[in-house]
Nanobody, 114 residues
Framework: VQLQASGGGLVQPGGSLRLSCAAS????????MGWYRQAPGKQRELVAGITNSGSTNYLDSVKGRFTISRDNAKNTVYLQMNSLKPEDTAVYYCNAITKRAHYWGQGTLVTVSS
């Protein structure tokens, strides 16, 4: 499984960004996908996840602001991020879970600053 993430950038507080993660390779083996983030000096944390059945889960601090979705035809998962806060600044990583392993995309930097 290969994952290609895109969509990060610099945004002002209160702004929005949409991250995309395109999966390729053995996509039939993927059970769930998600987005993690890692801020400087902090551990990587799960931001949002979505299963093949469409069930979602979110980090408490992003509930109501972030939405994870998937386009199965494009093998792509999205993270719509609204009402961004400076504390959302981090490198965001796309993740895919199969029965055997976790796969990671390259990180994409999100900076929320005025």
């Amino acid at each position: 499984v290969q994952l290609q993430a895109s969509g990060g950038g610099l945004v002002q507080p209160g702004g929005s960004l949409r991250l995309s993660c395109a999966a390729s390779g053995s996509i039939f083996s993927i059970n769930a996908m998600g987005w993690y983030r890692q801020a400087p000096g902090k551990q990587r944390e799960l931001v949002a996840g979505i299963t093949n059945s469409g069930s979602t889960n979110y980090l408490d601090s992003v509930k109501g602001r972030f939405t994870i979705s998937r386009d199965n035809a494009k093998n792509t998962v999205y993270l719509q991020m609204n009402s961004l806060k400076p504390e959302d600044t981090a490198v965001y990583y796309c993740n895919a879970i199969t029965k055997r392993a976790h796969y990671w995309g390259q990180g994409t930097l999100v900076t929320v600053s005025s």
